[in-house]
C-alpha cells in the first residue's frame, strides 16, 4: 500500500479538505448526483441479499491491525455481485458529468513550494521494477503518473479497450461516495464488508476455506512470484481480471478477495475496536474507530484521515502482503487514488 497525495514521499503536499472542495467545485453537486440517481434504472438490479447474523470478525494470526477477534452481528443488506465495473462507471460519467479525483489539476496554492512541472493531474500506477529490491521502500514499484486516471488506467497511451468488465480503479473515497449517490446505494462497513466475503465460512482462513490453491487452483486474482519483480501468471493475469473470472463465494459474490482492494465507510483504526457491552456479546452492526485515529502516527505533519480498505487485490503476494483473506485490512487515505483499488455497493434493510 502507499500512501495518500499528501505523504511525506509524495511530491505534491495537499490538505485532504482542499482536494475535496476543488472535486466539489469542478463536479456536480450531491443534490445534482442524487437527482440523476431518481431519474435512472438501477445500475444492478441483480444484487445478492445477505441475511443479517453473528460472525468473528478479524484475525490473531496475521497482522496486529485485525486483532482481536471479536463477535459481530450485522443486520441483513443487499451487496453487488461483484466489484463496480469501467463499463457501469462509465455510465455514471456519462450520466452525471462527475469529474473523478485524479482528472483534477492540483492548485498551486494549495502547493507551496511545490515545482510547477509536478502540479498536473495523475494518479499512482503500479510500475513493477527489473530487479528484486528492498520491500520496505514502496516508491520503487509505485510511480505518480500524469494523466491517469480511471478511463486511462496506466497513464496516457493506454485505455479500456479490453477492460469494460475489470473492476474500475484510481477511484478516490470522494468518487466512490458520489457513485453510490446517484445509484441509489452506498458503501458497506467493515463489518459488513467482511461478513458478506466470508460466505458463511465463519472462522475459515480464505472466502472458500482453509487451503489457499486447493488442487492448485487460484480461487483469486493474486501475485504469483516474488513481489514485485517477479510475476509469474500463472493464473493468466499480469493486472486485474474481470470481475467474474474467479469461482464466487458461498453467497454468490465474486473478487470479495483479491483484484482490487474496496473501499469501507469505516475510519481506520490500528485495532478493532470492541464496542459490546461485554466478552459474551457482539458488538451490533459497528462502524470502526473515530476519524481523530484515523491519522498517519508516522506522518504527524499530514493531517488527512484514512478509511478501511479490505480485500487485498492483485498485488498481494506471499513474500510481502498476505492480505488476502477477509479479516485483512489496510489503511488508505481518503485523498489517494491508486491502479488496485475499487469498490462494491450494498443497500441496507436498515435506516442508519
Known amino acids: 500500500m502507499v500512501p495518500g497525495r499528501g505523504g511525506r514521499d509524495n511530491p505534491l503536499k495537499v490538505a485532504g479538505a482542499h482536494m475535496t472542495e476543488a472535486i466539489e467545485h469542478k463536479s456536480p453537486s450531491p443534490a445534482d448526483i442524487e437527482g440523476a440517481a431518481r431519474s435512472t434504472e438501477a445500475l444492478r438490479p441483480e444484487m445478492v441479499r445477505v441475511a443479517g447474523g453473528e460472525f468473528l470478525m478479524g484475525s490473531d494470526h496475521h497482522y496486529p491491525e485485525e486483532r482481536p477477534v471479536h463477535r459481530v452481528r450485522v443486520d441483513g443488506f443487499w451487496v453487488d455481485r461483484t466489484p463496480v465495473t469501467n463499463r457501469e462507471f462509465r455510465r455514471f460519467i456519462e450520466a452525471t458529468g462527475y469529474v473523478t479525483f485524479a482528472e483534477i489539476p492540483p492548485d498551486p496554492k494549495d502547493y507551496p513550494g511545490a515545482l510547477p512541472h509536478m502540479l498536473k493531474a495523475g494518479s499512482l500506477v503500479f510500475a513493477p521494477p527489473p530487479r528484486a529490491v528492498d520491500l520496505s521502500d514502496w516508491s520503487q514499484w509505485w510511480q505518480f503518473r500524469f494523466g491517469a486516471f480511471w478511463r486511462r488506467p496506466y497513464g496516457p497511451g493506454s485505455s479500456l479497450a479490453g477492460l469494460e468488465e475489470h473492476p474500475v480503479v484510481h477511484i478516490a473515497y470522494r468518487d466512490a461516495e458520489a457513485y453510490v449517490r446517484w445509484a441509489g446505494k452506498a458503501l458497506p462497513s467493515e463489518a459488513e464488508w467482511e461478513f458478506a466475503a466470508r460466505g458463511g465460512l465463519d472462522g475459515a482462513e480464505f472466502a472458500w ?119 485483512a485490512r489496510h489503511a488508505e487515505p481518503i485523498d489517494t487514488s491508486t491502479s488496485h483499488v475499487g469498490f462494491r455497493c450494498i443497500i441496507r434493510e436498515r435506516c442508519d
Open 209 to 327: 476455506g482453509d487451503e489457499f490453491t486447493p488442487q492448485e487452483r487460484h480461487m483469486a486474482n493474486t501475485w504469483q512470484g516474488e513481489f514485485p519483480h517477479e510475476n509469474t501468471r500463472t493464473d493468466g493475469y499480469a493486472r486485474t481480471s474481470p470481475v467474474t473470472a474467479y469461482p464466487p463465494n458461498g453467497y454468490g459474490l465474486y473478487d470479495m478477495i483479491g483484484n482490487v482492494w474496496e473501499w469501507t465507510t469505516d475510519w481506520y483504526g490500528t485495532r478493532h475496536e470492541v464496542t459490546a457491552a461485554s466478552p459474551c456479546c457482539a458488538s451490533e452492526n459497528p462502524h470502526g474507530s473515530a476519524e481523530e485515529g484515523s491519522y498517519d502516527s508516522c506522518q504527524p505533519n499530514i493531517r488527512i484521515p484514512r478509511k478501511v480498505l479490505k480485500g487485498g487485490s492483485h498485488l498481494c503476494a506471499p513474500n510481502y502482503c498476505r492480505r488476502y483473506r477477509p479479516a
